[in-house]
């Protein structure tokens, strides 16, 4: 079974624009939630999605938003990038609330803010 | 104060030691108990789960969760230099908390197992 895909793996991005970092989860799993690693601040957890809806968030400013849609895959969003924004968003995803509640992460999007 | 605090090393060991890393957590509503392994520029790799105190073996690995204190341990028998690598622990809450499922980790241990 294929684990979890995240692109792009690598991205470079100019202070005040804006991204899309993209996942999908592992087939059949329906929660997919989404972390920030920085060396500072080590994982940190942005938000959850399951059946489309955000389940739980993080302290994380308006600025990080994000969306799953109906095949589970997911997407998050970045506006007006700062450069403190510079890290590795990781996505991970498990079967559903309720049912098991390990996550199995992706590779992780390094993203350079510059 | 973090909610789960995590010696972050290095640690530094000959291969076929045993090692032991550990973390301790202030927030009672953790129920279930999580240790991944990271290597450089990778993803976390989830190598033990647990939900209740006691031990969980699987292969050289042995997962142990003491509820009453707050402490949780990873131990690593007969260590190889490929398990050279950052050893995180994560922890969330029950099913229906507002805690679940989101995992918060420790900052991650160092460890290098030398030849």
């Known amino acids: 079974k294929a684990g979890v895909t995240q692109t792009p793996r690598y991205l470079i991005k100019t202070r005040g624009q804006q991204v899309t970092l993209s996942c999908s989860p592992i087939s059949g799993h329906r929660s997919v939630s989404w972390y920030q690693q920085t060396p500072g601040q080590g994982l940190q957890f942005l938000f959850e999605?399951?059946?489309?809806?955000?389940?739980n968030k993080g302290n994380f400013p308006g600025r990080f938003s994000g969306r799953q849609f109906s095949n589970s895959r997911s997407e998050m969003n970045v506006s007006t990038l700062e450069l403190g924004d510079s890290a590795l968003y990781l996505c991970?995803?498990?079967?559903?609330?309720?049912?098991?509640?390990?996550?199995?992460f992706g590779p992780g999007t390094r993203l350079t803010v510059t | 104060q973090k909610e789960v605090e995590q010696d972050p090393g290095p640690l530094s060991v000959p291969e076929g030691a045993i090692v032991s890393l550990n973390c301790t957590y202030s927030?009672?509503?953790?129920?279930?108990f999580m240790w991944y392994r990271q290597y450089s520029r990778k993803g976390p790799e989830l190598l033990m789960y647990?939900?209740?105190?006691g031990n969980k073996e699987d292969g050289r690995f042995t997962a142990q969760v003491d509820k009453s204190s707050k402490y949780i341990s990873l131990f690593i028998r007969d260590s190889q230099p490929s398990d050279s690598a950052t050893y995180l622990c994560a922890m969330s809450g029950r099913a229906g908390g507002t805690s679940y499922g989101k995992l918060t980790f420790g900052q991650g241990t160092i460890l290098t197992v030398h030849p």
């Open positions: 927030n009672s509503a953790f129920q279930y």
């Open positions: 647990t939900y209740s105190s």
């Open positions: 991970a995803s498990r079967p559903a609330p309720g049912g098991s509640y390990e996550q199995y």
């Open positions: 999605y399951f059946s489309e809806t955000q389940r």
